[in-house]
């Protein structure tokens, strides 16, 4: 089955105010650009975003912030986006801030049709506040609820016209586990190809669990900080 949209813009048709999205990256790493752009014309507002952060107060989802279209983050990182800080302060932004690995494994979980597991971080502190706490073997442990969203966007290196994805290093971070998690999951790549041409080895996401593929036609490959080594 062909999965591939035009644009970035035909491949969220159907996305509406007040829509649950993962959105893969690490940072400025790994980002859907072209899809976050497309999100940003659309003007679909109230948006519930899961991503590790939010950009920087001018990059990735940041500009997601600046128009308001964001209601609520579930991240493990504030970073380097003054906006998201001002936002949270003043009230305008709800935030559920999860230790990152808990972050991972709750996305994972929600994958995987898992609805809650226990973990032992956070465990004492106020990130525990109104969940449950087992003790097993003597040690306490909090329960966390497995994530899925309406709509996981992802970036690949590569993909086929049937879904199936190959990530490139570091870019790689969070967007296989979110690509299993959505209701809907549109993959953005960045060399789409056709089937069989992507070694079956290397694909690390199966096309089943994409909905919708398009090519990104336009990057600009953020760098978060540039940092040199000084020449001798």
Known sequence: MNKVYPNAEAAIFDMEDGATIMSGGFGLCGNPENLIRAIHDKGVRDLTIMSNNCGTSEYGLG???QSGQVRKMISTYVGENKIFEAQYLSGELEVELVPQG??????????????AFYVPAAVGTPLAEGKEVREFDGREYL???GLTADYAIVNAWKGDT???LVYRMTARNFNPVMATAGRITIAEVEHLVEPGDLDPDEIVTPGIYVQRVVKGEHYEKWIEKRTVRPRP
């Open 63 to 65: 500009i997601l912030l």
């Open 162 to 164: 049937y879904g199936n």
């Open 102 to 115: 808990t972050f991972a494994e709750r996305i994972r979980a929600g994958g995987a049709g898992i609805p």
């Open 143 to 145: 329960m966390e609820r």
